[in-house]
């Protein structure tokens, strides 16, 4: 990590905890989960190249050292997460990496009517995990640093209703020329009812996006979204999100493109006591390493089941199509997916033991020939936490 960004962390921390720690909220509870992931992998395809034959394959070992701590009172809730992630290759070094990530976030009640709440993260890894995972396309590995803020206020109107507002801010820097490090930011102003029922919440929220990057390229976005939430049962939960959108886009070559969409998501979600899962629909716009915004639908399942008192599956899947807002441009849509089944083993109630399995594939819908990647992966791993709390 550079010098300059383990100062950006140091500071952004210290000024939310200057700001948001009150002086009046000492006594409290502190929780601390020091903690360790120990994993052995291996993957058939290190880059997600195209060109099966150009596949690098190698097994690797990675520790991950982690700790979580958390602060809570009446009136304040603060919680702070750190990890380091150490990834070693047995045959190429030259793939040998360290990844960081650092997160902050709290809560304050300022006043019976006033909270307060603000987070921060940075994190440095590869952009072949981070950027699928978030557009569902990926074409190279970068190393990418990033910053993410958001800084809000709620007040209560009502005991059922209440209004906020809320920034958002994120920093892309990406290693090599290719990539487009960017800017963006986004002001929220929500307005939230509940019911007396206790069942039903709706929210309404205007916003405006503003997307920049450091080629030059800019964007505004306006949206307008309405959410529903709907308790089914105690362990039910259905919740919807839509609305409309206005972008435009300005790029570094003086010419614009202007449009409207269809932004959202809707999810349908269980908590039991043995079997937990969630599927998901979301469509909304999203920034690319080099520096396009694209549309993304993607489509999510999340399975967890105990089979017995200690051992369990747990299945995850995505689905992504993607599209550039620009179709004047080349490869412009992108579909893929990836599936991964895992068993655990709880060996005590805070260690355990994981083998998984991973497949992703990635095809480009407008080149020549729909070139495709695959990758497989096998993950095992063990994962020790250390919980300590004060009262």
Known sequence: MKITSQIYCVRAILFLALILFPITSIAGIVELIPGIRI???YDDNINFTRNSSDADDDFFGSATPNVRIRYNTERLDLIGRAEIDFKKYLNDTDYDRTNHLYEIQTEYQAHSRWRLSGEYSFRRDETIDSQFEETGRTFERKRQER????GGVQFALTELTGIGSFVTY?????SGSD???YDY???ELPYTKRFQNQVDTFRLTPSYTRYYSDDNEKADGYRLTLFWEHLLSE?????????GRYTDIEEQNGDSNSNFGIVG??????????FSGEIRYSRDLRSTTAG???NVDRLSLLVDKLLTERFGFRFRGNGWHSTRENDNRSNDKVVSFDLTPAFYYRLTENHSVRLAYSYRHQRDLDEPGNPTAQRNQVVLSFNFAFPQRWD
């Open 265 to 274: 998501n809707i999810g349908l979600a269980k908590i039991g006591e043995t």
């Open 39 to 41: 994993a052995a992998e």
């Open 179 to 181: 990539n487009t490090d």
């Open 235 to 243: 362990t039910l939960t259905f919740d919807i999100n839509i609305g």
């Open 292 to 294: 396009e915004i694209v």
């Open 170 to 174: 994120r920093r892309a820097n990406y």
């Open 147 to 150: 910053h993410d803020a958001t």
């Open 185 to 187: 930011y986004t002001i």
